[in-house]
């Protein structure tokens, strides 16, 4: 974790968020890479999930809703933590584990204050008066945008059942024991889809959505990279599920900090737009149109964390080997992001063999070409094997490099990250061999 953690800073992947101010406990900014990778990661997702399937519609709501939503949702009451403090030392943190009887993390003590139940949504105030009647909540999930916008879905896209409502963004939670590093924040974004289908007539009838949605998410993870053996499916029993769940698997990950969840699927019956019916006074209701006839929708939820995605993806790209030096028989040690070749924050980087100003013309104007199509990286700074080592570390698939020959032959170098072997592209061909060969 600490070699990933390092890594970040010093390539601009991640930084501590406020570092110039000491920091801000459990913030993090995304940085040059960071955020070229985030991108990637929900671009990817919207097209795998919303562009590529004929059931799916995507929407951007509101973060801030009306407070309504939050009563009818049940978070209001329900979406809380146990809260222990400490009558040693004062501190206050999450009761975890069985018995919910466990020891101060920060003292040790075990003379504990009983739990108490703390709702986690970050609360503020609409307009100037900090009063009662102007409070509101930043959205602890984006879940509830697709409740309420489902009428106006319904009414202005015609849909049939089954069919999804997608949404990526961010949400809050005043998380009582935020930690190790991006996985717990207050602030994270999330990307959701509420699934519905027809209301199940007998029993489990909603098992073969369910599924469907669990292969999905299986497709995403093999897509983003992550090892199978990483990944463990845990049902989650009664009694431990969130309020509105009838079946939750979540799916965990052995991060360096222990097996945690990565990810979850939820079905969640019609309690969520029955609630909103009743709470509203607004008819939810789909009608079937061959039957006629009236009713609510239950609904699957898979839900991703983008955050999460993030730091898997470094996680199992992260290997470290060793590599041949320019001198025969020498080897040297290489760090290297195998992130597939989509979700590499840079695709090209171009390096010309020296700065001398005929090599620099063609190597910019060769940039600037390939700019067009894909995210490059110029860098004429120190040795070649410097350079290789530095676009190893970041999870370049494709170094470009142009040298004197290039002036004569009109062709470059292109060594893969991966294998390390080297062909040599004319120019002109050079956009199509990389269109072809960062397709898989
Ligand atoms: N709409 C359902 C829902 O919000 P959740 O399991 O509470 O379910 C979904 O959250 C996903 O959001 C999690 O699987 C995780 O990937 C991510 N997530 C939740 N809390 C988080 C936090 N404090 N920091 C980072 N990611 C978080």
């Given amino acids: 974790m600490d070699k990933i953690v390092s890594l ?56 801030i809703m009306n407070p309504k939503v939050w009563e009818a949702s049940g978070h209001l009451k329900e979406f809380s933590d146990p809260l222990t403090e400490c009558k040693e030392c004062h501190h206050r943190f999450r009761a975890e584990g069985e018995t919910k009887q466990i020891f101060c993390p920060s003292c040790g003590s075990k003379n504990l204050t009983e739990a108490t139940q703390f709702n986690l949504m970050f ?35 015609h849909r049939k059942l089954p069919f999804g409502i997608a949404q990526m963004g961010k949400a809050f939670r005043n998380e009582i024991t935020p930690g190790n590093y991006i996985f717990r924040t207050r602030e ?4 959701e889809i509420e699934y519905f289908i027809p209301a199940p007539k007998k029993d489990k009838e909603w098992e073969e959505y369910f599924d469907m949605w669990l292969d999905e998410m299986k497709r995403w993870l093999k897509h983003l990279g992550i090892n199978s053996k990483h990944l463990h499916f845990h049902d989650i029993p009664d009694g431990e599920r969130a309020h509105y769940s009838k079946r ?34 607004q008819d939810l209701q789909y009608t079937d149109p ?50 597939p070749k989509w979700l590499a924050p840079v695709k090209v980087a171009v390096l010309p063999l020296s700065k001398k100003e005929e090599l620099s013309k063609v190597a910019k104007k060769l940039y600037k070409n390939l700019a067009e199509d894909f995210i490059c990286e110029y860098d004429e700074t120190q040795s070649i094997g410097k350079r290789y080592r530095r676009q190893d570390e970041i999870g370049t698939p494709y170094c ?16 893969d990250r991966d294998t390390m072997k080297q062909d040599r592209i004319k120019i002109e061909e050079l956009a199509d061999y990389l269109k072809e060969n960062l397709k898989n």
């Avoid at 979540?250 to 945690?260: A, S, T």
């Fill in 8 to 63: 970040a800073k010093r390539r601009g992947f991640i930084f501590p968020g406020s570092e110039i101010y000491g920091g801000f406990a459990n913030s993090w900014d995304y940085g040059p890479l960071g955020v070229e990778l985030k991108n990637n990661i929900k671009n990817e997702w919207w097209k795998m999930f919303v562009h590529q399937r004929t059931d799916v519609v995507g929407v951007d709501t509101s973060l």
């Fill in 400 to 415: 470009v490099t142009v040298d004197f020959e290039s002036l004569e032959d009109k062709a470059v170098t292109v060594r």
């Fill in 123 to 157: 609360k503020t105030f609409i307009g100037p008066a900090e009063d009662k009647a102007n409070i509101a909540y930043f959205r602890p999930e984006t879940a509830q945008g697709q409740f309420v916008d489902f009428k106006n879905i319904l009414d202005s896209s």
């Fill in 290 to 339: 061959e039957t006629n006839e009236k009713y609510l929708p239950h609904v699957i939820e898979p839900t991703w964390g983008v955050d999460r995605s993030l730091l898997v993806a470094m996680l199992d790209a992260y290997h470290e080997e060793d590599a041949p030096t320019a001198k025969e028989g020498e080897k040297e040690a290489r760090v290297v992001m195998k992130f």
């Fill in 188 to 191: 994270f974004e999330q990307m």
């Fill in 248 to 281: 939750t698997v979540d799916i965990e990950y052995d991060y360096p900090f222990g097996q945690k969840e990565l990810y979850g699927l939820a079905y969640r019956t019609d309690f969520d737009l029955k609630n909103h019916m009743t709470k509203s006074g």
